[in-house]
């Protein structure tokens, strides 16, 4: 008989647990509708990547797309917490890890690196590196950005210092329309610029793929990791990232199809520019983090980046 009423009581807490779980999961779930992502861009390239792929079809969260035309804007707004995530090559994200923003990175995309170059006119006597000795060369976007990376490495390839050429910074899109009117004799710079230089006659005289790993990374900012709502919707947008880059690799002609329309550029600009996208997505890993540091490591010999930064400090492996 004691051994009945235990069963019946057993049941009865059995119960009890599984409405709870119930309980929460239907507050779990119904917390996740109410979520909301900004996510931060550059000049559309990511969201063109999930909306072709067909991702984003279905997810449990909202969406609201914030677009820059560089990292520094965009690590701007991430400081204040006005976007959850960015996208943004290795150099510009410890930019902003040293200026103070609160972010960890989560996911790694590896690309070639033809998609960050210099670029020089047409009809430029500039035909090498080394000729950029004494010309004024423009680095887009701003101090911090993966072209700055690429030049201060071609530069020391060369033979030459930093000092050698005369280093300018401006925004992209007041850089393109500067170029483009032969204003700019060198420009350091990353797609999809780069490619609608090139395409309007722009003549490349190197590109990263020569001189460095090409790492970008998806970053989420701490207030929101610290969410526990939007903590879910973060790790869940970045497995749907990794998925649509896997698409975009077996279906090309899709991608730049897409982005074409989204951008309004030019087919053939397009498909260069997906053409040199990234090519391997994946959670952090412990060579990632070693490669960072010693870009990080570098940065701060120069001077550009005013303290050391550990980088283990400011990832997540295994985030997905």
Known sequence: M??????????????GVLSLWLILGTLINASAAQTTLVIGDQARILRSLLEASGVLQGIPYQIRWANFQGAAPLFEAQRADAVDTSYAGDLPVLQALAGGVNLKIILTEVSSGKGNGIVVPANSPINSVN?????????????????????????????????????????PVDASAAFNSGQIKAWAVFDPYLAVAQQNGGRLITDASKLTSSFSFLTATTQSLADPAKQQAIKDFA?????????ALSHPQ???????????????????????????????????????????????HYGILPDKI???DHAIKGFL
Do not use: C
């Open 131 to 171: 000729d950029l000795r004494g010309q004024q060369v423009v680095v887009s976007s701003a101090a911090g950005s993966i072209s700055q990376n690429l030049l201060y490495l071609a530069l020391e390839k060369a033979g030459l210092s930093r000092q050698d050429a005369k280093i300018r910074f401006v925004l």
């Open 239 to 247: 497995v749907r990232v990794r998925q649509a880059r896997l698409w």
């Open 2 to 15: 004691r051994f009945s009423l235990a069963g019946r009581h057993f049941t009865r807490m059995i119960a």
């Open 310 to 312: 550990n980088v283990n």
């Open 254 to 300: 899709q991608y730049a199809e897409s982005y074409a329309k989204l951008s309004h550029l030019p087919p053939a600009t397009a498909k260069l520019i997906t053409s040199r996208a990234a090519t391997d997505s994946r959670s952090v890993t412990t060579e990632d983090l070693t490669s960072l540091q010693s870009t990080a490591d570098r940065f701060y």
